[in-house]
């Protein structure tokens, strides 16, 4: 079997050797550079400070690298533009200009390609357009593109495209490097804000003998030496306990989670989750330490507390709103909020939503699917629903004057779930029953409820203070913070079915 031919790929083949017959390295060791593009754009880039007079006057000399992504021949002249970190600077080649130790470099000039990596030395100057240039008095040649670029004026649009080949995605599109840059400010300034409410970050394990902390679906792996089945992790939440019981105040991890459920513009099998846990407090403390986290990437990374997400305009103005979960179903459902205390009454609205298995289920279940189905989608401002059924929280302290319900919040915002948190569950002996009921629904054909995990148990009866336990997804609240609407644009990696490559005889 043979690659079909590639007549793009054979014409830069031919030009790179014969970058090698002038003696050039054509693969160096390292690249000659003094600034970063981003350095040099955010220093001298504004012509009110730096007009073309005083540019002239300071004899600023770089050195800067990056990939060749216009190249247009003037003459004896000739324009290009370097691209690093989604920011590009102009290259300006003259004849005259060249360094003369330097003989070969107009020949070598011929010889780029778009794509290509190179690094110039100069001084910074401005065009008679008043563009930010360097005056290249020597260059380097760094690597050679034997594939073209997509195409400059449109870049890669085919989105499945984008994510089976991201390096060209954040290549040609600005806006994508600006997302994953983003990404990057929200997780520090998520770090810093927690660091600065006394929490240390910590790690778990990502393999797990038991997987536990959520009702999901896990991957399975086998360790060959000790001959045992593992799990990736669903979620860091029952080993975050142990430190606490073992003396930590307060904890984080910002991990990697690995749920086998399906995918969707929100859902991701792989995907990252900030967790924290502090000793002594509860639902309300992770109420502001939610608030805290949500106004400081909203205002501290994008500058501003209202952001624009699909058509809807978000306010991280705190407080928060709060609701009730009965509250919830009552107001958007238009449906009378004492119906919502009679199991006989909930029953009867699932039937009329059509709700599946309403025979297997209880009413705390159906309260959860009644919520699915006439509230979330209303939940476009940042509202925390508190007071969640039993059935949907097995980790979470029973509310003392409401049987059958925890202490429990969700936060909506845009119609998605972007964090959750518990007064946590610190009775041993509770905890145990109530993983033997997550073992009757798992027996009764629930592959997603919880396994016994004795350790943990036995863990809480060495003594587990008061605690309140918070989740975000960070995946989400990136997408809200910049605007995207699919989970895909905000992973840099997202999972995807293996393509067929084309090949012939």
Same mark, same amino acid.
């Given at each position: ?107 070598? =000039? &011929?010889? @780029?390609?778009? $794509?290509? /990596?190179?690094? #110039? ?10 563009? !930010? ?106 080993? =975050? &306990?142990? @430190?606490?019981? $073992?003396? /930590?105040?307060? #904890? ?10 399906? !995918? ?242």
């Amino acid at each position: 079997m043979q690659s079909q031919p590639n007549q793009y790929r054979d014409a830069r083949l031919s030009k790179l050797e014969k970058i090698k017959e002038l003696g050039i390295d054509a693969w160096p060791l390292k690249a000659r550079r003094t600034h970063g593009i981003s350095d040099i754009a955010a220093d001298y880039g504004d012509p009110e400070k730096w007009s073309a007079e005083r540019l002239e006057q300071s004899k600023i000399v770089v050195s800067v690298m990056g990939r060749l992504i216009s190249f247009r021949e003037m003459g004896k002249s000739i324009f290009g533009h370097l691209s690093e970190n989604g920011q590009k600077l102009q290259a300006f080649f003259r004849k005259n200009d060249l360094d003369e130790t330097d003989a070969k470099t107009w020949e070598l =000039l &011929k010889l @780029l390609d778009l $794509g290509d /990596f190179i690094s #110039v030395d100069g001084s910074l100057m401005r065009t008679k357009t008043g563009e !930010l240039s360097v005056r290249v008095s020597t260059m380097q040649f760094l690597s050679k593109a034997l594939l073209p670029l997509p195409e400059k004026w449109h870049g890669l649009q085919d989105k499945e495209q984008r994510y089976r080949q991201r390096y060209l995605d954040l290549a040609t599109n600005s806006d994508v490097m600006d997302t994953f840059q983003k990404r990057s400010h929200i997780l520090a300034a998520i770090r810093r804000e927690m660091e600065s409410m006394g929490y240390l970050e910590v790690e778990t394990p990502m393999m797990q003998p038991i997987p536990g902390g959520a009702t999901a679906r896990p991957f399975i792996t086998h360790h060959n030496a000790l001959d045992i089945d593992l799990y990736m992790r669903i979620a860091p939440e029952l080993y =975050l &306990k142990r @430190l606490i019981v $073992g003396g /930590f105040e307060k #904890v984080f991890e910002v991990n990697r989670n690995f749920r086998n459920e399906g !995918l969707s513009q929100r859902h991701n099998p792989e995907f990252t989750m900030l967790e924290c846990y502090a000793a002594g407090q509860d639902l309300r403390d992770m109420m502001e330490v939610t608030e805290r986290v949500f106004h400081a990437s909203a205002v501290k990374v994008m500058g501003a507390g209202t952001l624009c997400y699909a058509e809807h305009e978000i306010s991280y103005a705190t407080p928060f709103r709060r609701m009730t979960f009965k509250d919830a179903i009552s107001e958007y459902g238009s449906i009378e909020r004492q119906r919502l205390d009679n199991p006989d009454e909930i029953v009867k609205l699932a039937r009329e939503c059509h709700i599946q298995d309403i025979d297997k289920k209880t009413a705390g279940a159906l309260l959860g699917d009644l919520f699915e189905h006439h509230a979330e989608k209303h939940l476009i401002q940042p509202t925390f629903i508190v007071d969640h059924p039993i059935e949907l929280s097995p980790l979470t302290k029973e509310l003392p004057n409401q049987p059958g319900f925890v202490d429990r919040f969700e936060l909506f915002v845009a119609g998605m779930e972007l964090a959750n948190a518990y007064s946590e569950l610190n009775d041993p002996i509770t905890q145990l029953k109530r993983f033997q009921d997550q073992l009757v629904e798992r027996e009764a054909g629930n592959d997603e409820a919880m396994l016994l995990d004795m350790d943990f148990v036995t863990s809480l009866e060495h003594g587990f203070p008061p605690c309140g336990g918070l989740g975000i997804g960070i995946d989400r609240l990136v997408m809200l913070m910049t605007g995207n609407q699919s989970i895909r644009d905000v992973i840099l990696f997202p999972l995807m079915r293996p393509q067929t490559h084309q090949t012939e005889s």
